[in-house]
């Protein structure tokens, strides 16, 4: 396992080895989105010896309007502070480095959740949502949500974490402005790819002046719809060259329109072609996640070059002794 438990610096951050705990909901929260005894206990489950080099902490709402589901964590306030920074000393106690996911909905939201209608980059129905329209964001709107990205960000470093990622994969709002499935727009914030991520230069621009240099931006991107006139690796190709150059420190990649998913996907580390075509356009970290049980897999996906680090989710969240077997420990 030499590569797995080689050190590797990220923007500021100096992980002690090469595996992630990606971001994964839990539905664990307070019924107002704050950090409940249940997911201290949960992160602090998966983290104890500090084997997990890096823990991304699952999506969280920047705004009320922008929740995904029940008892999702939330970064929309002040109020919310408090409770995250015990988290972030948990983790930190165990030996590993953590970052928080934020992240907005868009049309997927619900209003049965969130008393309000969805919105979006376009009054397109979401394949996941096909029922519902969603009220297409006016650009004083899409400045509002920009903002409320830069303040979640600032509230993650408040709360002591080491880094923040934006969340713009599975088919959230920011991956409805990448697809062409759902963006229909016509000003400029829509047509070719790159008006398709002005919003996310934008938040990357806010987020940073938001937190400063010295803290560490990742960005979770959907490479790859899987859709008939989806987002496409030739799209998330220039998106990441132009996500690298707007100071994005890692590129967490991951696919699927409607959710973590890829079509027949049988194979270990499955979004490896997503990885290593990325990989040819960008200099910085690439974290290849998707079904991978095996530490000799993660091995050996770092060793052929298709990615940088290796997240492990799933056999994490069901044994939580894997991360210490893993390492050799």
Request: with cysteine; charged share 25%; net charge negative.
């Amino acid at each position: 396992m030499e590569l797995l438990h080689k050190p590797v610096n990220v923007g500021n951050l100096k992980l002690s080895n090469r595996l992630v705990m990606p971001p994964m909901a839990t539905a664990k929260s307070e019924e107002d989105g704050k950090v409940s005894r249940d997911i201290i206990d949960y992160y602090d489950e998966k983290s104890k010896g500090g084997h997990i080099g890096l823990v991304i902490i699952e999506h969280s709402y920047i705004t009320r309007e922008g929740k995904a589901s029940a008892n999702q964590l939330s970064i929309a306030d002040d109020s919310v502070i408090e409770n995250l920074k015990k988290l972030s000393e948990v983790i930190h106690k165990n030996g590993s480095k953590a970052i928080m996911q934020i992240n907005h909905a868009g049309s997927v939201a619900s209003a049965e959740v969130t008393g309000k209608s969805p919105v979006g980059p376009s009054a397109v129905p979401h394949p996941r949502s096909p029922k519902v329209v969603p009220k297409e964001l006016t650009k004083e709107e899409i400045n509002g949500i920009i903002s409320s990205f830069a303040n979640a960000a600032k509230r993650v470093k408040d709360a002591g974490f080491d880094g923040v990622e934006i969340h713009s994969a599975h088919g959230y709002l920011l991956s409805q402005f990448l697809s062409p499935i759902s963006n229909k727009r016509s000003d400029e914030y829509g047509g070719n790819v790159l008006n398709r991520i002005k919003i996310h230069l934008q938040v990357i621009d806010a987020v940073k002046k938001a937190v400063g240099e010295d803290f560490t931006v990742f960005l979770r991107l959907g490479a790859a719809d899987y859709m008939e006139g989806g987002t496409t690796i030739e799209d998330s190709s220039i998106a990441a060259r132009e996500f690298q150059k707007a100071g994005v420190a890692a590129l967490d990649i991951s696919g699927g329109f409607c959710g973590y998913s890829k079509p027949d996907a049988k194979e270990q580390g499955y979004f490896w072609p997503l990885t290593k075509a990325i990989k040819e356009q960008v200099s910085i970290p690439v974290i290849l996640t998707g079904g991978i049980t095996e530490p000799e897999v993660a091995e050996q996906l770092l060793t052929d070059g298709k990615a940088d680090l290796i997240g492990v989710g799933r056999i994490i969240l069901n044994d939580s002794d894997w991360a210490a077997r893993a390492m050799g420990i």
